[in-house]
């Protein structure tokens, strides 16, 4: 199989938007626009289309977001949001609003003949908490990331012919981990 040029520049630039990520670099939300970009026509051809509509309607806005809170929401408004971790009632409500948008995407996606439309649905809805966390730079989003990194990389990439962006998937997996142990720093 020849590789997918846009799938090999969505790779690079989600590899360089991770690692800026887990240095805390305001970078890292630009190389997210670009990852974010060329993922949506990545997923629209695999008619994936929870996470299609994931990078358009959620990713790409909460670019913007994440730059600007970080840039602006720590205690001087200069560049300085610390790392934080959530309180029990945090984790929960988190668990629950996983569920409820596994539930309502994949009822909607199935419906609509997606492939793949529960287990997509659940990756996506554990994104939208990941992104919603990493945004205000809560060290759990990297359990979020773990998460759907492994559910990627295993079988929903593969099993859609993805190659490339499953094994991009793996190395994820592992600057995830990273990333958390690095982060878990921070918070000492």
């Known amino acids: 199989m020849t590789p997918d040029p846009v799938e090999s520049a969505a790779a690079v630039a989600t590899l360089v ?22 993922y949506a026509v990545v997923f629209w051809r695999s008619q ?6 994931l990078q358009v309607a959620y990713y790409l806005p909460m670019q913007a977001i994440g730059w600007w809170t970080w ?16 309180a029990a009632r945090g984790r929960w409500l988190s668990v629950v609003v996983i569920a409820a948008l596994t539930l309502g995407l994949g009822t909607t996606m199935s419906r609509l003949g997606a492939a793949q439309s529960w287990l997509d649905a659940a990756v996506t809805a554990t994104s939208v908490v990941g992104q919603a966390l990493m945004t205000r730079k809560i060290i ?17 990439l593969p099993t859609q012919g993805r190659g490339q962006s499953a094994a991009l998937d793996l190395g994820l997996l592992a600057l995830a981990a990273h990333g958390w142990r690095d982060w878990a720093r921070a918070l000492r």
């Open 71 to 86: 840039r602006r929401a720590g205690p001087t408004g200069d560049d300085d949001l610390p790392v934080t971790r959530l």
């Open 140 to 156: 759990e989003h990297w359990a979020c990331w773990v998460l759907v990194n492994a559910t990627y990389a295993l079988w929903l």
């Open 17 to 38: 938007n991770v690692w800026l990520t887990i240095r805390t670099s305001l970078w890292s939300w630009a190389w997210g626009v670009v990852a974010v970009v060329l």
């Open 48 to 53: 994936l289309w929870s996470s299609m509509t």
